[in-house]
């Protein structure tokens, strides 16, 4: 079971979140975006499943993974997905949702556990942070947005404050960085995802009505999304690789954003979630056929139990 299949899922239930949300915007009945949702749930389910079977076999499967960058951006991504299926099961089963809410933090720990653990022993070259850090530690934020719609306020709260340091700590080491570094034509995909959490962010702070915070961070999202179009081609120079399953989740989630705090946003919110679904299609149609024909897992040298 090769993780690099997991940014595709994650990005595809962003995607569908963020139609469901525009479903809700423009008054349009959201029968077809659940269905989509109930259908990656499942795919999402089983991709879970899958590497679960893959760890009881073998446990140390998961830091052979973690050393790898598509095994690292991989499983950061499967870490989410449990916040999002306890987000699709909530309004039929509450009381499952929260303990699928309160398994997915004590996963996340642990995993940021053993990344803590791999960044430590591991090589020197290797002690580097990267953006998929947003995600790996940062992505607590998704937990935050998913606890709010569970009624947990104050975790919700905690979880926010506690990403947001994360997050712009990532953001400023990064840049450092990239200031003295040149980023290789084979890791600028994951760049996108520096997207990522200010668009999370900003969907927290306006679940808590923080209208200030929430125009903030949509700033910076139109300043993110602005540059992913001016480097499009800079970021894509080394030809399609699984690594560009990045690029889905943050899209799609400032698609979701924008169109969430409405008004002045609601049709640049769709705009971009247009754009993101016609660049998502492409990207999973082709890592889905290379999971399913068994070629995922060798192109990523992912881990075998």
């Not at 990064?174 to 570094?181: E, I, N, P, V, Y």
């Not at 540059?227 to 030809?239: I, K």
């Not at 660049?279 to 075998?304: C, D």
Request: hydrophobic share 60%; aromatic share 10%; glycine share 8%.
């Amino acid at each position: 079971m090769p993780p690099a299949i997991f940014p595709v899922i994650l990005g595809l239930m962003g995607l569908g979140f963020a139609w469901k949300q525009a479903a809700q915007n423009f008054g349009v009945p959201n029968a077809v975006p659940a269905i989509v949702l109930g259908a990656l749930t499942v795919l999402a389910i089983a991709a879970l499943l899958a590497y679960v079977v893959k760890f009881a076999q073998r446990p140390s499967v998961v830091l052979e993974d973690l050393a790898v960058l598509p095994g690292r951006l991989g499983m950061s991504c499967a870490v989410l997905l449990p916040y999002l299926l306890s987000l699709v099961i909530a309004p039929y089963a509450p009381v499952q949702a929260v303990l699928i809410l309160v398994l997915a933090m004590v996963v996340q720990a642990a995993f940021n556990g053993a990344l803590i653990f791999g960044f430590v022993t591991g090589p020197s070259e290797q002690r580097r942070v990267d953006a998929i850090w947003h995600l790996a530690f940062g992505g607590w934020i998704v937990g935050a947005a998913t606890a709010h719609h569970l009624g947990m306020t104050w975790v919700a709260a905690l979880l926010f404050w506690g990403a947001l340091l994360t997050c712009v700590s990532i953001w400023v080491i990064t840049l450092q960085q990239m200031s003295r570094d040149t980023v290789t034509a084979a890791l600028r995909p994951i760049l996108a995802l520096h997207l990522a959490p200010a668009a999370c962010l900003g969907i927290v702070s306006t679940q808590f009505h923080a209208e200030g915070m929430s125009q903030a961070f949509g700033l910076m999202t139109v300043l993110g999304v602005i540059l992913l179009v001016l480097r499009g081609r800079w970021m894509a120079r080394a030809g399609a690789t699984a690594l560009w399953g990045a690029l889905i989740f943050p899209l799609a989630t400032t698609a979701g954003f924008w169109l969430l705090m409405a008004g002045i946003w609601a049709l640049p919110g769709a705009g971009l979630l247009a754009v993101a679904t016609l660049v998502a299609l492409p990207i999973s149609l082709r890592m889905l056929r290379e999971w399913l024909y068994g070629r995922l897992a060798h192109n990523t040298n992912a881990a075998i139990a």
